[in-house]
C-alpha cells in the first residue's frame, strides 16, 4: 500500500491555543510538506566485501570515496547488478548459467557486497518522524546511515521487513549515505541435481528453489542482496502502522443488483515516537463516510486501535474473475493530531467480501465460497515472476492479466518461494484472481519423502528450518503486509507438508486467529482438509502430456492441487534463449518410451511430448516441431479444464495447473514464456475455461454445457456441425437450450457420427451457442483425429483463404479482421503476432482477446490486441496459420 500525503491544513490560533501550548515540542515544526514517502531505487552502487576494508561507520559517509564502485539495482540481488554491468552473461541463454560461480563452491564471501545509496533530505524538525525502511533483505545485514550503526545485532531473514527510526541521525547539511552490508543464505545448499539440490537450503528462512529443481537451474548467489524494496518515510509524531480491513458480507449475494449492508471493521497500529503522549483522532473516510475515534498515545509507544464497525449501505462487491465485477473502495486512513494536523495517512484500496468453506459431501472436497455464492476453482501455479527477483509493476500487471484472460479464477503461490509482494496482490485485486498462498517450505525439502539427493535425513529436515522462532516471526511480519487484499483466499501452511508440530500449532491456534482469522488456514497444499479421493487420502498430479481421455474419464483428487502438462513455446520464443547450434529436434523412441534431447534443451528442463507431436506428422524441424507443439499444447490445456469442468460439484470443487509460468527461460509448463510471449497452453485455457462453455467429451462424444456464472441461460440455440477438411458443412444438430447457474448440463453424444466422420481423414466439430439475437455466447472447435488415432486429414489440408485486416481503436488498442471466404476449407490455427515493422520483432507483452484462431468456412472474427507499449508507432500484425502462409498487415489509423 502507498502512502499519499496531503498538505497539512492550517489551524486558527484560537482553536489550537491550549493544544499548542501542552504539545509545542511536537508540533511547533510540522509544515505543508512534512508528510511523504518515496523509494530509494536509483543511484546505489556496490563492491564485493573483499575489495571494502573499511568499517560501515566510514563507508557510510558521504566523504568515502566509491566512485569505483559498481552500480548496483535495488531492488535486486547480487547477481542482478553484476549481469547488469556486464560482469556476469546473461544466465538465461544456452548455458550461460554454468559459467557463473556458485555459492557453494567459492564460499559465502563471493557474493557479500557492501551496498551504498545517497540521498538528500533536510534534518526533521520538532516532532517530525523519518524512517529509513527495507521490505526485504536476504539473507542478513547490517545497516549504517552517516556514520552510524543502526541495527545492535544483524538483522537477519529474507522475510523480515526493517525500519529504522533515522530521525536524529539525518545530516545538517541534508546530505545522506545508507550503507548496508548484505551476507548470504546461512546455509547455501548443495546444487547437486535434487529438489532444493541437498535440501540443506531449506535451513534458512528463504526461498528453497534458489539450489535447483526439476524446473529450474541453481541461481548461483542464491538471490543474496536488498531483494525488495527501500523507502524513506516522513510522518508527525504518530505513525500508522499495519492497519487491518475485514469486510463482512453476510448471506448468499448475488453479482448484480441492490445489496444488503457489508459491514467494514478497521483497526491499526499506532506509534507515538515522541517523548510525550499524543492525543488526537484516527478516523478513515470510505464512500464518503466517515468513522472514527479519539485516542491519547503514550510517550513512545505503540497502540493497537479499533475503530466501529461500520454498515456499508448498498454496497459494490468484489468477485473472482469470470463471477462478476471487482469493484475497489478507496479509503482513506489518517491519524489527526489535537492540532489538527495529519500526522500519517495510508490509502488503501479496499474489497468488499467474505470467504467462506465449507465440506462438499458428494465430492469429499473443500468448496470456497465467495460473498455465499460457491465458486468453482480454476488456478494455475505460480512461482515467482523472475528468478533473479526482478519485479516490477507493470510485469506483475501482465503476468498476472494473462491468467485473467486464461479465464482463471485462482493462482497459487507455491511454497518453496515466497509469500507474494504486495503489487502482485494488487494485480490480484484488480483481476480478481484469488490467490492461495503457501507458507515456506516443501515435501522435497523438509522430509516427507525418503531421498538419496538429500544431505540429512528425513527426522533431521523434519526439523527445518533451523531457527523456529524467526520462522514465526516472518511469518507475523508477512502476515501484516499482504492481508489487506481480497484476492488473497487462503494461507497454506506448506507446499506438500506441514511446518514442524512447534510451528503448525503457533501458526493454527495462535497466529492466525490473532492476525488474519477470515481466511481459510490449511496445514499443507494437499491436505485431506482440501480433499480425499476415493482411497481415503489426497495427492496431486498427474503430471506431464495426457491422453485427453484422462481428463475426462480418470477420476483424481477431488481439489487437485497440482495437475499440469507441456509447454514448449514457439518457434520465436526457442530462439531467444537457445543457440542456433542447439536448435536440433528431440528424437523420441515409441519403443522405449524415452527421448534423446540436446543438451541445452535438458539444461532448460525440457520434458517430452512423447509422440503425440509425430500424430501431426513427424517434424521436419525445430520450427515445424515447436508449430505442432501448439496444436498439442491447446488440446491438452483445453481438454484439461473442461475434463475437471464437466465433473464439477460432480467429481470436484476445483483443480490448479501445474504451472502456468516460469521465472525463467524453461521449457516446461508454462502459458507464456519469461518475455511474456504467450503461446497456445494460453489460448486452449482461454477457450475451455470460459464462463459459460460448450464442449465435447472425446471419450464418449457428450455435447455438454458448464456454465460457471451466477445467472441462467435460457433461450439459447446449440448448434452442432461437422467439416470435412475440404470445408464441407454438415448440420448435425440445432436445438433450443438453457442452462441454471454454476453447473453442467449434458445434452446428447455425436460419439457415433463423429467416428464416422473422422474415419478415414479425421474431422472438424464447431460447437456453438447463440443467443436470441444469434450471437455467438461459446463456440468450440475441435479437429478430430482418424480412425488410427492420426491427423493424417490436417497433414494434406488444403490451403485455405484467408483475408484479413487491422485498424487502430486508439493509442494502445487494435482491431483485426479475420474473413475466409465461403467456397474453400477452414483457416486453420492462425497465430496472430503484433510486430515491429522496423525491428520485425514482437511487441511484448501484448494482448490478444482471442488467438490460434479458426475461422469457418463463410466467417468473420474480430481479434482486439491490447498492449502498452506506445512508444512504438511503425507497428503491423503478422499471421500464420496451419494452411495459410505467413502474412503482414498494416494496421489503419
Known amino acids: 500500500m502507498k502512502k499519499n500525503y496531503p498538505a497539512v491544513r492550517s489551524v486558527s490560533f484560537k482553536s489550537s491555543i491550549v493544544t499548542l501550548f501542552m504539545f509545542y515540542a511536537v508540533f511547533q515544526s510540522i509544515t505543508a510538506n512534512a508528510q511523504n514517502k518515496y523509494e530509494l531505487n536509483e543511484g546505489w552502487k556496490c563492491a564485493p566485501i573483499s575489495n571494502v576494508k573499511e568499517a560501515g561507520t566510514d563507508i557510510s559517509h558521504t566523504t568515502y570515496n566509491t566512485s569505483k564502485w559498481m552500480p548496483a539495482i535495488v531492488p535486486g540481488t547480487v547477481l542482478t547488478s553484476l549481469v547488469a554491468a556486464h560482469k556476469m552473461p546473461d544466465p538465461f541463454y544456452g548455458m550461460n548459467n554454468e559459467q557463473l560461480p556458485d555459492i557453494y563452491r567459492t564460499g559465502r564471501g563471493y557474493y557479500t557486497y557492501w551496498f551504498v545509496k545517497d540521498f538528500k533530505e533536510a534534518q526533521a524538525i520538532g516532532g517530525n518522524q523519518v524512517y529509513l525502511n527495507f521490505r526485504g533483505v536476504n539473507y542478513s545485514c547490517d545497516v549504517f546511515l552517516n556514520g552510524h550503526k543502526l541495527n545492535d545485532k544483524p538483522h537477519t531473514g529474507m522475510f523480515l521487513r526493517q525500519s529504522y527510526n533515522i530521525t536524529k541521525w539525518m545530516a545538517k547539511d541534508g546530505n545522506n549515505r545508507i550503507a548496508v552490508i548484505v551476507y548470504p543464505p546461512d546455509v547455501v545448499g548443495n546444487p547437486n541435481g535434487g529438489q532444493g539440490g541437498d535440501g540443506t537450503i531449506a535451513r534458512n528462512v528463504g526461498i528453497q528453489y534458489t539450489a535447483g529443481w526439476d524446473w529450474i537451474q541453481p541461481i548461483k548467489d542464491r538471490n543474496t542482496g536488498i531483494w525488495d524494496k527501500v523507502t524513506i518515510e516522513k510522518t508527525g509524531a504518530v505513525r500508522i502502522k499495519d492497519p487491518y480491513i475485514i469486510t463482512l458480507v453476510p448471506g448468499v449475494r448475488q453479482s448484480e443488483g441492490p445489496q444488503q449492508p457489508a459491514i467494514v471493521q478497521v483497526s491499526a497500529d499506532l506509534q507515538n515516537a515522541s517523548n510525550v503522549p499524543v492525543t488526537g483522532e484516527l478516523k478513515y473516510t470510505l464512500d464518503g463516510n466517515i468513522v472514527s475515534k479519539k485516542i491519547t498515545l503514550k510517550a513512545n509507544s505503540t497502540q493497537t486501535v479499533q475503530l466501529n464497525d461500520y454498515a456499508l449501505k448498498n454496497p459494490k462487491l468484489w468477485w473472482p474473475n469470470g463471477y462478476g465485477a471487482q469493484h475497489l473502495y478507496p479509503m482513506n486512513l489518517q491519524f489527526i493530531t489535537g492540532a489538527n494536523q495529519v500526522s500519517d495517512q495510508d490509502n488503501i484500496k479496499v474489497g468488499v467480501r467474505q470467504i467462506t468453506t465449507e465440506w462438499n459431501a458428494r465430492t469429499e472436497s473443500r468448496q470456497i465460497n465467495i460473498n455465499g455464492q460457491k465458486i468453482f476453482i480454476k488456478g494455475g501455479n505460480w512461482i515467482v515472476s523472475d528468478e533473479m527477483l526482478r519485479f516490477s509493476d507493470a510485469r506483475y500487471d501482465a503476468e498476472v492479466r494473462f491468467h485473467r484472460d486464461m479465464n482463471l479464477n485462482l493462482i497459487r503461490v507455491w511454497g518453496g518461494a515466497l509469500i507474494e509482494r504486495p503489487e502482485f496482490y494488487e494485480a490480484c485485486d484488480r483481476y480478481g484472481m484469488l490467490v492461495f498462498q503457501d507458507m515456506w517450505g516443501s515435501g522435497d525439502c523438509n522430509g516427507r519423502w525418503t531421498d538419496q539427493m538429500k544431505l540429512d535425513d528425513q527426522w533431521t529436515r523434519r526439523k527445518y528450518p533451523d531457527d523456529h522462532g524467526l520462522y514465526l516471526k516472518s511469518i507475523e511480519d508477512q502476515v501484516k503486509l499482504v492481508r489487506n487484499y481480497p484476492s488473497l483466499a487462503i494461507w497454506c501452511g506448506g507446499n506438500e507438508i506441514t511446518p514442524p508440530e512447534d510451528m503448525l500449532i503457533s501458526l493454527r491456534d495462535s497466529i492466525m486467529p490473532k492476525l488474519d482469522n477470515t481466511r481459510w488456514f490449511i496445514p499443507y497444499s494437499n491436505s485431506e482438509e482440501m480433499s480425499r479421493n476415493v482411497l481415503g487420502g489426497n495427492g496431486d498430479g498427474p503430471y506431464g502430456i495426457q491422453p485427453l481421455s484422462t481428463f475426462w474419464a480418470h477420476k483424481t483428487y477431488p481439489f487437485n492441487s497440482e495437475v499440469g502438462s507441456v509447454g514448449v513455446s514457439d518457434y520465436e520464443s526457442l530462439k531467444r534463449f537457445i543457440p542456433a547450434k542447439n536448435m536440433v529436434l528431440p528424437e523420441y523412441d515409441e519403443a522405449t518410451g524415452k527421448t534423446k534431447t540436446d543438451s541445452v534443451w535438458d539444461y532448460h528442463k525440457y520434458i517430452g511430448y512423447d509422440g503425440f507431436i509425430d500424430k501431426y506428422g513427424k517434424p521436419k524441424d525445430v520450427e515445424d516441431f515447436a508449430t505442432k507443439a501448439q496444436l498439442v499444447n491447446y488440446d491438452q490445456y483445453r481438454g484439461l479444464m473442461e475434463g475437471f469442468s464437466s465433473h464439477m460439484w460432480e467429481w470436484y470443487t476445483g483443480t490448479i495447473i501445474w504451472k502456468t509460468q516460469n521465472p525463467w527461460t524453461a521449457m516446461r509448463g508454462q502459458m507464456y514464456d519469461y518475455y511474456l510471449d504467450p503461446n497456445a497452453c494460453l489460448y486452449g485455457l482461454h477457450n475451455g475455461s470460459e464462463p459459460l ?196 498487415i498494416f494496421i489503419n489509423k
Not at 798 to 816: H, I, Q, R, T
Not at 861 to 884: E, F, M, P, Q
Request: proline letters at 4%; glycine letters at 6%; aromatic letters at 8%.
Open 693 to 888: 462453455h460448450i464442449m465435447y467429451d472425446p471419450t464418449d462424444g457428450m455435447v455438454m454445457v458448464a456454465n460457471n456464472t451466477f445467472k441462467s441461460h435460457t433461450n439459447m440455440m446449440l448448434v452442432a456441425k461437422a467439416y470435412d477438411m475440404d470445408g464441407k458443412e454438415k448440420m448435425l444438430t440445432q436445438v433450443f437450450s438453457d442452462v441454471t447457474p454454476t453447473t453442467v448440463k449434458r445434452y446428447f453424444s455425436l460419439k457415433g457420427e463423429m467416428d464416422k466422420l473422422a474415419k478415414d481423414k479425421g474431422a472438424f466439430l464447431c460447437l456453438q451457442l447463440l443467443d436470441k439475437d444469434k450471437k455467438t455466447l461459446s463456440e468450440n472447435i475441435y479437429w478430430l483425429p482418424d480412425g488410427n488415432g492420426n491427423y493424417s486429414g490436417l497433414q494434406n489440408m488444403p490451403k485455405g483463404n484467408l483475408n484479413a485486416s487491422a485498424k487502430s481503436l486508439s493509442s494502445d488498442k487494435v482491431e483485426v479482421t479475420l474473413t475466409n471466404t465461403s467456397n474453400g476449407p477452414l483457416v486453420f490455427f492462425n497465430r496472430l503476432s503484433l510486430t515491429d515493422v522496423d525491428t520485425k520483432q514482437r511487441v511484448l507483452p501484448a494482448f490478444y482477446s482471442d488467438n490460434y484462431v479458426t475461422v469457418l468456412p463463410g466467417e468473420e472474427k474480430k481479434i482486439i490486441i491490447d498492449y502498452k507499449n506506445t512508444a512504438k508507432k511503425n507497428l503491423a500484425v503478422t499471421i500464420s496459420g496451419w494452411n495459410v502462409g505467413e502474412r503482414t
